[in-house]
């Protein structure tokens, strides 16, 4: 890693909130445990703050059309979007419902970039990398739940209603699999890797296993 991505990626503390990543490739299943992990931990009496990436605030709904849904997007050009979407979404949303101790459970973050743009898109995981830690300050996961499917699988859950992103080729997807799956092996600690081809219900107990294990962490 060099000097300047190491500066970059440091670590900002999210106490007194909790902050909850998914990830992983499109169809992996995301939307449905974002939605079970968060009625499990309010019947905990927890607030959670639910919110998406690209998305999440009004900007970023904006910015999530024009990406997903819009004409051909240049590839650096996609890069910088999902930035800006990152940058105001950690300074208008994600830190204040930390300061104010909730639960933020995100669907996707940096590393769908890192995978997406620097993986899939050929950008380079390190230049990547250090612009979306630079955007968002820092400010990391305590956890990262990364739901691995393989692009055939994928395709399949997702039928024929595809985003620009998710209408890319299996060679793209596969790409961005490996991307999730190398970026996980480097802080293991940090990240939960599961079979996204499980039963929802298995997935769901992994989930909250995991969730529970940086709770007792954090105490």
């Not at 819009?70 to 996609?78: K, L, P, Q, T």
């Not at 300074?91 to 459970?105: E, F, H, M, N, Y």
Request: hydrophobic share 40%; net charge negative; aromatic share 4%.
């Amino acid at each position: 890693m060099t000097e300047n991505l190491a500066a970059a990626t440091h670590r900002v503390d999210t106490a007194p909130g909790l902050f909850v990543c998914f990830e992983g490739g499109d169809g992996a299943g995301k939307s449905t445990q974002v939605r079970l992990l968060t009625d499990a931990l309010e019947r905990r009496g927890r607030e959670v703050v639910v919110t998406r990436q690209p998305g999440g605030t009004p900007l970023g709904a904006q910015i999530r059309e024009l990406v997903l849904h819009g004409d051909h997007v240049a590839a650096r050009a996609e890069a910088l979007l999902f930035a800006a979407d990152k940058a105001h979404h950690v300074d208008q949303l994600i830190k204040p419902a930390l300061r104010a101790g909730s639960v933020v459970i995100t669907d996707r973050y940096v590393d769908s970039s890192v995978t997406y743009q620097g993986a899939g898109r050929e950008l380079g995981r390190d230049e990547i990398t250090a612009l979306q830690h630079w955007a968002v300050g820092g400010l990391l996961p305590d956890l990262t739940i990364v739901l691995d499917v393989s692009p055939e699988v994928g395709r399949e859950r997702r039928g024929d209603v595809q985003d620009r992103l998710e209408a890319e080729a299996d060679a793209f997807h596969a790409a961005v699999r490996r991307g999730y799956l190398e970026i996980a092996a480097t802080d293991p600690e940090r990240y939960l890797v599961l079979d996204a081809s499980q039963p929802v219900e298995r997935l769901q107990a992994a989930v909250i296993d995991g969730v529970d294990r940086v709770m007792a962490a954090r105490r």
